[in-house]
C-alpha cells in the first residue's frame, strides 16, 4: 500500500504536457502537486464520468493526451468506461486509485472492497496495457513505462484509505475551470 500523496507525486514527475483530469479524493490533492491550466478539478463532477470526459479531450487532442485520476467507487459507478476506451484507441491514461473506500462520503467500504481487480475488469474490457502498482517503490520505478507510449493504458494504484476526509472543494468555479483549461489548450475566450 502506498500513501495518496506518494501516489500522486510520481504522477506529477511523469505528466509531462498533458492534461490531468482530477476527481474524488485525488480531486483535494492533485492541486498542490499542479494547479496549471492543464489541470481539471472535475468538482462538482457527475460521479463517473471523469474517464468519459478524459476520452473526449484525448479524441480532440490526439497529439497532448489526458491522464485521468479516478476513485474505485467512480470507477465502479461506470464500469463501462472500461469498454469504451478500449474501444475507440486514444491517448488516455487512467488511474484508478483504490483505497477501497468512498472516501469522499465519508469512508464507506465499496462494494466488492478487497475482491473486485480492477486490473483485470481493465484487460477483460480489452485494453492491453494494463498495469497494477501496490507500493510506492514499485510505482516510481514503473511510472515512466506506463506513462508513456499509446493510450489507452489503465493502471491501478492501491493506496492507503483516510477515514474523515472533507469533501474535497474546488478551486475555483466551474465556469473559471473551462475557460482556464480552453486557454490552456490554445482557444481564444468566446
Ligand atoms: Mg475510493
Keep these: 500500500m502506498m500513501k495518496l500523496c506518494e501516489a500522486l507525486e510520481v504522477v506529477a514527475l511523469h505528466r509531462g504536457q498533458r492534461i490531468v483530469v482530477a476527481t474524488m479524493s485525488a480531486a483535494g490533492e492533485w492541486p498542490k502537486w499542479s494547479d496549471t491550466p492543464l489541470d481539471f478539478i472535475y468538482i462538482p463532477s457527475a460521479m463517473g464520468q471523469a474517464p468519459s470526459l478524459g476520452l473526449g ?62 486490473a483485470a475488469l481493465a484487460k477483460a474490457a480489452g485494453i492491453e496495457r494494463v498495469y497494477r502498482f501496490d507500493r510506492a517503490d514499485a510505482w516510481r520505478g514503473g511510472a515512466a513505462e506506463a506513462l508513456s507510449g499509446p493510450g489507452p493504458v489503465v493502471v491501478s494504484l492501491q493506496v492507503e484509505g483516510r477515514i474523515g476526509q472533507k469533501t474535497p472543494k474546488a478551486p475555483r468555479p466551474m465556469s473559471e475551470q473551462i475557460a482556464r483549461l480552453r486557454g490552456g489548450l490554445g482557444f481564444t475566450p468566446s
Design 57 to 118: 479531450l484525448a479524441l480532440a487532442q490526439p497529439e497532448r493526451g489526458v491522464l485521468v485520476l479516478n476513485g474505485d467507487g467512480c470507477t465502479l459507478m461506470n464500469l463501462g468506461c472500461l469498454v469504451t476506451l478500449a474501444h475507440h484507441p486514444a491517448n488516455v491514461f487512467l488511474l484508478i486509485v483504490e483505497n477501497s473506500l468512498y472516501e469522499v462520503t465519508g469512508g464507506q467500504p465499496t462494494a466488492g472492497a478487497g475482491r473486485v481487480d480492477f
